[in-house]
């Protein structure tokens, strides 16, 4: 499946088929990101029954220093 | 040295006591920032939202943050239009559980001046969705009361641009904004020594907002101490109501009673 994280296009195995499923397998813990697919928030508590589909656009933020 | 009760400043349904707001960026390391922090005395920390570098491991920022005693202010800065910025507003309200946003809307990228159309889009649509809105803006006094009439629980006008270290460049401007406003006015940019706090907190600004200021210098924990003192003392001289100027001197001590002079 074609999708596309942080604007970077990539191939999902069938084995990624949540976000949950996603975040797992770029090791990213759920804790200190916050994500929107095709520009809608996916709420924290969604992310194991969120499926994704061809052609999502995802987005994976976290904070960063700034003022 | 804590003997005059100041009023708590209260934005939105936040109530802080601490007048200076700090930020997370451009510190030396993570420790020398939590030191900084500390010394500060503040009770509310900005941090930015960015994309996730896929396949990068390392701590986050938030593991630096002591939010029992800091609430933390997300912004949108590095947005250039209200489109991204109700975007990254989202976000960060999913992230860290927060209605609170310094909505930044950048207009212009080497002044780092704010695009005031897009903030005000931007600010109409976030107070809409239940943010607590805060926004930063030129010293635009019409600017600032159009934000507070579509509902920003504050305005931060900025004293100078973002970084600079410049001052208060024009107090007046300050000024006509703090007298008008009927929310909290929070001088945001441009602050870049103790003076430079205690100038704009004698102008009657409710806070100051800076990161740079105190993130850059030579000893941030020491300088982070000296915002804190110059906040409180131009807040104290403030409440105060300074003495009138005047042209020629006056004398404080009697003019009667002088050793040599004739007696009456």
Do not use: W
């Amino acid at each position: 499946m074609k999708v596309e994280i942080n604007g970077e296009k990539r191939e999902l195995p069938a084995a990624e088929a949540t976000l949950a499923e996603v975040l797992a397998a770029l090791e990213i813990e759920a804790r200190g990101v916050a994500i929107a697919c095709n520009d809608r928030v996916v709420r924290r508590s969604e992310y194991a029954r969120h499926r994704i589909a061809e052609g999502d656009r995802i987005e994976i933020v976290r904070a960063v220093a700034g003022g | 040295m804590q003997n005059f009760e100041d009023s708590p400043l209260r934005i939105g349904a936040y109530e802080f006591h601490s007048r200076l707001i700090v930020g997370t960026g451009k510190y030396p390391s993570m420790e020398a920032m939590q030191a900084a922090h500390a010394a500060s005395g503040a009770e509310m920390v900005t941090v930015a939202i960015r994309r996730v570098n896929l396949g990068e491991k390392g701590g986050s920022l938030l593991d630096y943050i002591d939010r029992s005693k800091m609430t933390i202010l997300p912004n949108t800065a590095g947005c250039f239009n209200a489109r991204e910025a109700v975007a990254t507003a989202q976000l960060a309200r999913e992230l860290l559980e927060t209605d609170l946003i310094k909505l930044e809307v950048i207009g212009d990228t080497q002044t780092l001046h704010p695009d005031t159309r897009e903030t005000l889009l931007a600010a109409e649509q976030l107070v809409s969705d239940g943010f607590t809105v805060l926004p930063y803006i030129g010293d635009d006094p019409v600017a600032c009361a159009q934000l507070e009439a579509l509902g920003c629980a504050a305005v931060m006008p900025l004293a100078a641009p973002i970084g600079s270290g410049l001052g208060i460049c024009n107090p007046y401007t300050i000024r006509i904004i703090k007298e008008r406003a009927g929310v909290p006015v929070i001088v945001d940019a441009g602050v870049g020594t103790a003076s430079d706090a205690a100038v704009a907190m004698e102008l009657g600004v409710d806070a100051l907002l800076m990161n740079t200021g105190i993130a850059a210098a030579q000893n941030p924990v020491a300088m982070a101490e000296a915002m804190a003192l110059a906040t409180r003392a131009g807040r104290l001289a403030f409440l105060s109501g300074r003495m009138e100027k005047r042209l020629y001197a006056n004398a404080s001590s009697p003019m009667q009673g002088l050793i040599g002079a004739p007696s009456a």
